[in-house]
């Protein structure tokens, strides 16, 4: 089956810091990878995608590279804010699996220092 | 603004009695609309998938008379906990994948999230 793993948090940094969020997967097919962010008392909100390997997905700053090789989508960021701090969720789609549906990781809080 | 909204955004009963969630979607028609439920500390984890017009499809190990579904329009879906119980309490999520009509934000298939439920049962 299909499965998401990424790092436990919470990870804490100060403001300007380097971000870094490892997530890798299992899939049977060939998925689609997404990040997305959810904001305190929020929904989750895609923050970036990639629909095969090599791809980059970019957004706000972020970026993940879709890596086949190593069945990974870490999520980076130069240099973080404090309305950064949130909780990110790395999740995959099996194109194989009609309807679309989403298999999500752990969730990774985030903490950013002023 | 959100373009898919649950009501009630926390709700707190008692146990024994039903509850009812609803998520709808606000700028579009979902033909497809999933439900989560998210333990605390925990990630996302799908229970059904509700299909505009027929019966849901339920992950295994869901009750299906414990958690009814009904999609009666392509723009509301309802989750009622039946005699609700403290083991479910949790915080449950919709999420719905636009089709249908063109224009409306993103692209066709995208997923949208409500901005959660919390249920608390005493």
């Known amino acids: 089956g299909n499965s998401v793993t990424q790092m436990e948090g919470p990870v804490t940094l100060s403001e300007e810091a380097f971000l870094t969020i490892n997530c890798t997967y299992t899939?049977?097919?060939?998925?689609?990878l997404f990040w997305y962010v959810q904001y305190p008392g929020e929904g989750l909100q895609l923050l970036l995608k990639a629909t095969k390997a090599d791809d980059k997905g970019s957004n706000k700053g972020f970026e993940a590279t879709y890596r086949k090789e190593t069945t990974s989508f870490h999520l980076e960021k130069g240099s973080v804010q404090v309305s950064d701090s949130a909780v990110y969720f790395c999740?995959?789609?099996?194109?194989?699996?009609?309807?679309?549906?989403?298999?999500f990781g752990g969730g990774t809080r985030l903490m950013v220092k002023p | 603004g959100a373009v898919v909204s649950q009501h009630p955004s926390w709700v707190i009963c008692k146990s024994g009695t039903s509850v009812k969630i609803e998520c709808r979607s606000l700028?579009?028609?979902?033909?497809?609309m999933f439900w989560y439920r998210q333990f605390p500390k925990q990630s996302l984890m799908l229970m059904a998938t509700s299909n505009e017009g027929s019966k849901a499809t339920y992950e295994q190990g869901v009750e299906k008379d414990k958690f009814l579904i009904n999609h009666a329009s392509l723009t509301l879906s309802t989750l009622t906990v039946t005699s609700a119980h403290p083991e479910d309490s949790s915080f449950y999520i919709c999420?719905?994948?636009?089709?249908?009509?063109?224009?409306?934000?993103?692209?066709?298939?995208?997923?949208?999230f409500g901005e959660g439920s919390r249920l608390t049962v005493l």
């Open positions: 999740a995959l789609s099996d194109r194989n699996n009609a309807g679309n549906m989403l298999t």
């Open positions: 999420s719905a994948r636009r089709g249908g009509l063109a224009g409306g934000p993103g692209h066709p298939g995208e997923l949208f």
């Open positions: 899939a049977t097919g060939y998925p689609s």
């Open positions: 700028d579009f028609q979902a033909t497809t």
